[in-house]
């Protein structure tokens, strides 16, 4: 696997290669803008090239973003959901102009609507979405939740009935939250359980379509529907499932990425962790 973990940008884009370096990634998460504000002004082109080179003399192998918490693609009420498609329409363009492999975003709420017609509603967003900006390099893709309130994307099915609506379903993918399957009922804490997971997970979507972990503890207990994270074996979920993950041969070559609580003052010792599970 490709571990890395999600780094600041504080100070400027280009300083997220040089962070995620000096904590010994190879693969880094970022937001490519200030995700609380819905405004963001384009990126000038020195800021584009000083991320690019910073990202060539760092040997970060992948970088993946993730969009704003504010996105709903799957809004009911017309003025978010136009709101939303617009913000993911100039994330999409910035992290094709920085190089970024990977866009993941929450699928979306169905906000009262029900999951039938919130996960039609995404669908339709992500159509909308990749009929306008064509031709891109950089994959969406959508990453498991935990369910809370409204939220879709805590069933794989549910995220397998999105891409079966998608006009290009080639170019969007799957991120897999260890902490939000787990909140969401999935148990993978043994070797039963874990390759049960797989199974299912290979049954509903197919493993192909998984191309990026977000290595999270939880700190609340199997099936809570709380998207709560936790270091590395100190949470629900412990080490042992970890283990398994990181020394499953099918996941060799995707990134890993930690997003667990205190950011880069703790990142050390989760990477530390996870490393001394590799066979």
Known sequence: MILGAHVSIAGGLQNAPRNGKSLGCESIQIFTRNQRQW????????????????????????A??????????????????????????QEFRRCEELGI??????????????????LKTIAESLNFILEREQDYQTQILLETTA??????????EHLAEILLQLKEPNQVGICIDTCHIFAAGYDFRT??????????????IGLAKVKAFHLNDSKRELGSRVDRH??????????????????EKCFDELPMILETPGGEEHYRDNLE???NLIK
């Not at 963001?40 to 910073?54: D, G, Y």
């Not at 009911?76 to 329409?89: D, V």
């Not at 492999?101 to 919130?118: D, F, M, N, Q, R």
């Open 39 to 62: 405004k963001v002004k384009s990126l000038e082109t020195h800021e584009i090239q000083s991320f690019r080179n910073e990202m060539d003399v760092s040997n970060i192998q992948i």
């Open 64 to 89: 993946t973003a993730h969009a704003s918490y504010l996105i709903n693609l799957g809004s009911p009420e017309e003025s978010i959901l136009i709101r939303s498609r617009e913000a993911f329409c």
């Open 101 to 118: 492999t990977y866009l993941i975003v929450h699928p979306g709420a169905h906000v009262g609507s029900g999951e039938k017609s919130g």
């Open 147 to 156: 369910g809370q309130g409204s939220q879709l994307g805590h069933r794989f």
């Open 191 to 204: 070797r039963q359980g874990f390759f049960h997971t797989l199974e299912e997970l290979e049954k509903v």
């Open 230 to 247: 936790d270091h590395i074996g100190e949470g629900c979920i412990g080490l042992e499932a970890f283990r398994l993950l990181v020394n």
């Open 273 to 275: 962790n996870i490393r």
